[in-house]
């Protein structure tokens, strides 16, 4: 059973996101990413209460803006979604997931050398490559710790 429900376009959306966040991390960065996308559409709690697909979450809105970059900035559909990128979406989807953003609902890419230890309030849960991962304080989204 996967993780979420899911469509065979959104498998399309969620490769893109992932190529278009994270391709220069190569395949580890970019499950990472997988997981921050997956692990919102699980989430019922905070910013992801009205959430529950994939489309859903590459598109939320937060602020006045796109939550994610890649959509912002509209490189998320630069490129098509390659087979490698399909099959780690994929892997996301169905039961992949890996610290530090096993339950991770953000991450981003500072300009400082260093990732801080909160982000909007959020605890650090781990760094890869470029990548800054904070997962939930504890007790406020449960929800993202189950499936």
């Not at 059973?1 to 376009?9: F, G, I, L, T």
């Not at 339950?103 to 909160?118: D, H, K, M, Q, S």
């Not at 309030?121 to 499936?147: I, L, M, N």
Request: charged residues 25%; contains cysteine.
């Amino acid at each position: 059973m996967p993780r979420v429900n899911y469509r065979s376009h959104e498998v399309d959306e969620m490769a893109r996101m992932m190529r278009a966040e994270a391709e220069g991390e190569g395949k580890q960065g970019m499950l990472y990413v997988g997981n921050v996308i997956v692990n919102r559409a699980v989430a019922d709690c905070l910013d992801f209460k009205s959430v529950r697909s994939i489309h859903d979450v590459i598109f939320q809105v937060q602020g006045g803006n796109f939550s994610f970059e890649a959509v912002q900035k509209g490189n998320v559909f630069y490129q098509r979604a390659r087979t490698s990128e399909r099959r780690l979406a994929t892997q996301n989807l169905d039961y992949w997931r890996d610290h530090p953003a096993k339950y991770a609902l953000w991450y981003f890419n500072p300009t400082a050398p260093a990732c801080p230890p909160t982000w909007y309030d959020q605890p650090f849960s781990g760094q890869f490559k470029e990548h800054c991962f904070y997962e939930p304080k504890p007790g406020t989204c449960d929800s993202v710790y189950r499936g």
